[in-house]
């Protein structure tokens, strides 16, 4: 489904299909957000955020007998907090089902969705990846099998940096599930195969 122009909810399949029928299945690494991305930044914090909410609700109707401007506030402050947070559990969401990056032998294209009406990409080419690094910090990290993805490539020279000898750029691609695993099949793909 299409909403708006930005917001397509197949995008994701559709440009995963795309590149596999260009450069077949094999060549192509698929990365998107671990499950733990979910639980951690949408599940764990909606319990709390419900509790929370529920426990000034409940002060709230104690208080409401006297209809006391407390109550009110408390009210209030409770709706507009409930709110903000569904609006944050709402981008949460759309990061978790629609943020991807692939990879193949010649590029490593990478898309962000911002809300509903905005997207960023970024495309990376696969001969100027001068580093690929994993990283998994703390205990759930290592619990839940997930960490960030860390690629910096060469850069190009602009107006606006032409008095610098080199410049790079680097990708992050967090809550990544088993990310040594994947770091070792873009070395594979990328740097071995993909050196022409």
């Not at 197949?10 to 639980?39: G, H, T």
């Not at 089902?97 to 032998?105: E, G, L, M, N, S």
């Not at 010649?106 to 962000?112: A, G, M, P, S, V």
Request: proline share 2%.
């Amino acid at each position: 489904m299409k909403i708006f122009n930005d917001f397509d909810t197949q995008w994701k399949q559709k440009e995963y299909d795309f590149v596999v029928n260009k450069f077949w299945e094999e060549n192509v690494i698929f990365i998107e957000r671990s499950i733990a991305y979910l639980i951690m930044r949408w599940v764990i914090p909606a319990l709390i955020v419900w509790s929370i909410a529920t426990f000034f609700s409940y002060i709230a109707f104690l208080l409401m007998t006297d209809y006391s401007i407390i109550s009110w506030i408390l009210i209030s402050i409770t709706v507009i907090f409930i709110v903000a947070f569904i609006n944050h559990l709402i981008n949460i969401y759309l990061d978790y089902k629609f943020d991807y990056a692939i990879v193949t032998q010649r590029w490593i294209y990478t898309y962000k969705q911002i809300w509903f009406f905005n997207s960023k990409n970024k495309e990376l080419p696969a001969n100027k990846i001068r580093s690929i690094e994993s990283q998994r910090f703390g205990i759930l990290w290592n619990i839940f099998w997930y960490g960030t993805i860390v690629i910096v490539t060469d850069g190009s020279m602009t107006e606006k940096d032409e008095n610098w000898s080199h410049i790079w750029w680097k990708t992050k691609i967090t809550y990544v599930s088993k990310p040594k695993k994947i770091t070792k099949k873009i070395m594979e793909l990328c740097l071995t195969h993909g050196k022409l």
